[in-house]
């Protein structure tokens, strides 16, 4: 089997993403992350590197209170101050040429008509290089004139209406020759190829038409990260790639196959749906170069800062329990279903929160040569993944050592493609520029021009 | 009188913005304007030669009808397509080094607190060159879930909410050294300097905090094009820029004068408004070669889409009337108010629709040598002026030509700049970083540390 895998840098637009306080490391550089050059710099050694993409997640809110308040969020960047991915995609189109650019975000965060316009102008400018990562925001309902943040499952209802409206935009209303740009006959387009969509839901209601003709791939490349029964059956239906962060390749198995299974339910083909797994990597020339690497990257992780986030993750304040607590103390439901897995995992018999914090860092760490690294590469992408998402330690050293090292020894086995696959991003992960015809978005193709066939108006 | 003027390229991410019909010449490139590298080509031009800024124009939706639909705007491009100009930013900012980068948007486009985020982002990513045209939309209702276009002076109100929000974000809620980004301590920030905003107003509520770090220019560069009564006194109040459309020196003059003392009225200095004329050129190098260059032009503007973008403007259908209407026979209420210019202008005693799309075209258009546009200008700057916004004919023929023939004269006269300015965009007109504090948004400063310090939360 020689499938080559793809390659996402797994970043954020901030100074601590994942792997907190290692933005004090003299090594890394994204202390600065304000600055343009550090992201353009780093995209160009993605591009020229052999990486698939880059994919920005988002956050657009405080999380829940560490020890009360966010103060220690703020004292350890713990991802405040942060920038908006999207703003700066251009300026990485611009100094890339194969590089996929991925950006999460949400409904709450933009109408559907001003945040389709600008993807589709973002496609156009990179050649149709866009993925967007279809969020429900977690976070922020409190910055966005919310009374209170929608429970889980109802976000993913507002999401449903929000991607059926850019749906329609970008699938259904310009049909595919409605463009001329013809300057012997004077006309730049052709209005009976182009509709308006004249949308209406509860939240929404969008006349159009679209004011961007179709680009490249029309609707960007759609990724989603939900885990939960209703996320997981919304990326079944309308995802194009999901991230996973299964703890092994085993587990990941049946978990692929499951999801496989609910998108064909849908009507989709089993391989109409990617899969990408979140890891990260120590690489070292040797073993023991390897293990002291890694111990290194443990002393310079900042321990409360993986519980603050883990807490802010499952909506429990852990700034008031010591360290060496166990987790069995914290009595609250959220802790006792999410932390099963810590359980699982913990050498100690009664895992603390700093086990936690440990086992958090760890969770899906390769540390190793180059070669033992390659072998379980192998071991995940048998196990079903199509591609993996790489969390940043330091930028850009996670991603050179993983370009100089670890790629070459992938490309001898057909891990990774030995060059790099041009057009599209849609195209290398597909084959093909445009949305499946399975998918939900391409029931909107042609249909307003039947609409509008039908009363005269476009 | 030795004072320089400043230049402003007026652009629109379209195929057609002002002069229409320009993008069936050969010479020009804006047939493509979809394409990155026609915008980044054009800005590194404008910064090399001696530009302040690139200001693009922007709408939402479509003007309204034209002989009965928007066939006809679609045909010619007349400002469809558009695309997105704030997503394009980036990249014009990571190829230039002095230019400013001026955007549209307005309140109905993203709720105030990703686009405070977003407007941030590009500040701290340009080193402090971003200005917003703070526009009140005009068009586009129908794509953003409103029943109906709010009035002209509630489009105001709505606007001056808008406002307040994102002057809270970018002046109030983060102290100037909060950031501290210290490795050595290990704080990132000081979260005793950074504070949530609580604002609640009619449409907005935001609980902060801001999530970036005060930006080089913090608050950007604030522009406004208002013309009306409410617009203009919005604009003394809020702006720091107006771009004003006067037929000629001499009725700029006592405008620009009664614009300042409504600025004194409101607390501000007189020159804490700067004033952009909008102008156009064709440029010579004798006064025939001019001449029948502008013959070429209007040779190739076409007429009716000047027509259909004026009725567009007034909210008249004037695509039924026959071009050598008499405009007094179209009687509507806007019309006679809003041509009351054109008549003035006019050669003809009874103008018709002809006429008007030529005095449109004409509008402010400088023919001549280079010295004679020197002469002219400097009327212009004695009249109050301190800056142009030059209206494109070709991309980038029109500011090819400026740079090279008209902008050594204008710096042999003192009327430019000997040399680019370096530092923020705010910098360039005011001599500071920072927003003046005589302005409304400086009342933030500080505000909330105060409430903080009284309530025991940041």
Known sequence: MTRPLHFSAFVMNTPSHIIHGLWRDPAGDQIRFNELDLWIDLAKKLDRGGFDAIFFADVVGLYGN?????????????QIPSHDPMAIISALAANTEYLGLAFS???????????????????????????????????????????????????????????????????GSWEDDALLADRRSG????????????????HYQVEGPHLVAPSPQRTPVLFQAGSSKVGRDFAARNAEAQFIAAPDPETARPLIEETRQLVESHGRHRDDLKFFQQLSFVVGSTEEEAAAKHRELEEKTDVEGMIAHFGG????????????????????EGMQSRLAWLRESAENERPTLRDAAQLLGRRSRMVGTPEQIADRLAQWRDAGIDGINIVTATIP????????????VLRQRGLASPEPVAGTFRNKLFGSDRLSERHPAARYRGAFAVQSAATGEN
């Open 105 to 171: 975000e949400g409904p709450i965060q933009e109408p559907p008509f001003n945040f389709a316009r600008r993807v589709s102008t973002l496609d156009h400018a990179s050649n149709g290089r866009i993925a967007w990562n279809i969020v429900t925001n977690l976070l922020g309902w409190e910055n966005f004139s919310h009374d209170e943040r929608l429970a889980h499952d109802d976000r993913y209802v507002l999401t449903e209406e929000y991607v059926d409206v850019v749906y329609k935009l970008w699938e």
């Open 313 to 332: 993750m499952i909506g429990v304040d852990l700034g008031g329990y010591e360290i060496d607590t166990p987790l069995e103390v914290i009595e609250t």
């Open 397 to 408: 050293g996670t991603y050179e050592e993983f370009i100089d090292q670890v790629m070459p």
């Open 187 to 202: 006309r730049y387009a052709d209005p009976s190829k182009i509709h308006r969509i004249n949308h209406v839901s509860e």
């Open 66 to 78: 560490h020890r009360g308040s966010w103060d220690f969020q703020a004292e350890i960047g713990l």
